[in-house]
């Protein structure tokens, strides 16, 4: 459905991010290098999102301590997530944090390292509203365009419309308005959101579907893929993951 030492938080513009071609680098361009290129959404709150002007989150955390592991600086490029996929296939940057999943067909583009979290899709909708799936029946739902929760949101029985919207904060301002009935997306998003929303009238209903989350790179780039899959798991074998996922989350949500 969403990793390195020393975090730049500037905010490139897309029209310099694609404006001149970028090759594929493999492990050992990367390791001369001394940097990966990684992209992120930056509005995905609490797993990537700015804090006045500095990018921060589950996520960042997590970037940066891949990052140390490796022996690498990180350099962020922010990129919509309906856009992630293809700046990865055309080698705009060597990784992109993948908050939450994409959907099948266009999960087939990349490949996935070791899921780093594990989550699920919830809906939210008013307190005396659609908060089941069997109360999804009739009813419009909104999700974030291009993610696993449009996917989970197509199979449920009966709905009547699935309106996409280009992120998170977009789809609960529609539900606040009343232009959708429900929204899913990520439990953790959900819950962050009517934390800081107390007074919308929004409330957490059913967990749709469990979701493993993994960061995101082109296909076939497999001596990266294997470093990267061995620092992850060497910063979960340390408690490293856990330790960030508490701060942010008061319990350990990296999988099992």
């Given at each position: 459905m969403r990793f390195l030492a020393k975090l730049l938080a500037a905010v490139i513009p897309l029209s310099i991010m694609f404006s001149a071609p970028v090759h594929a680098r493999d492990w050992n361009a990367i390791k001369n290098a001394g940097t990966i290129v990684a992209a992120t959404e930056g509005a995905f709150s609490p797993f990537n999102y700015y804090e006045g002007t500095k990018l921060t989150g589950y996520e960042v955390d997590v970037a940066e301590a891949l990052a140390k592991n490796l022996g690498l600086k990180l350099e962020w490029k922010v990129v919509p997530f309906d856009a992630q996929l293809a700046a990865v296939k055309q080698d705009r940057f060597d990784f992109a944090i993948a908050s939450h999943g994409y959907t099948k067909?266009?999960?087939?583009?990349?490949?996935?390292?070791?899921?780093?979290?594990?989550?699920?899709?919830?809906?939210a909708a008013p307190k005396d509203g659609s908060l089941t799936v069997e109360s999804l029946k009739g009813k419009t739902v909104g999700v974030q365009l291009a993610t696993s929760y449009f996917d989970a949101a197509k199979k449920i029985a009966g709905v009547k419309e699935v309106k996409t919207y280009k992120a998170?904060?977009?789809?609960?301002?529609?539900?606040?308005?009343?232009?959708?009935?429900?929204?899913?997306?990520?439990?953790?998003?959900?819950?962050?959101?009517?934390?800081?929303?107390?007074?919308?009238?929004?409330?957490?209903?059913?967990?749709?579907?469990?979701?493993?989350?993994?960061?995101?790179?082109?296909?076939?780039?497999?001596?990266?893929?294997?470093?990267?899959?061995?620092?992850?798991?060497?910063?979960?074998?340390?408690?490293?993951?856990?330790?960030?996922?508490?701060k942010y989350f008061k319990s350990d949500i990296n999988c099992k």
């Open positions: 067909e266009r999960a087939k583009a990349v490949d996935f390292a070791s899921p780093h979290y594990c989550t699920g899709g919830m809906i998170d904060p977009e789809v609960f301002s529609a539900l606040k308005a009343k232009k959708i009935d429900a929204w899913i997306s990520d439990k953790f998003t959900v819950l962050e959101t009517l934390n800081k929303n107390p007074d919308a009238g929004i409330v957490a209903g059913e967990q749709v579907f469990v979701e493993r989350v993994s960061l995101i790179m082109r296909k076939n780039n497999k001596e990266f893929m294997d470093k990267v899959n061995q620092g992850l798991a060497e910063l979960a074998k340390d408690g490293t993951l856990k330790t960030i996922s508490e």
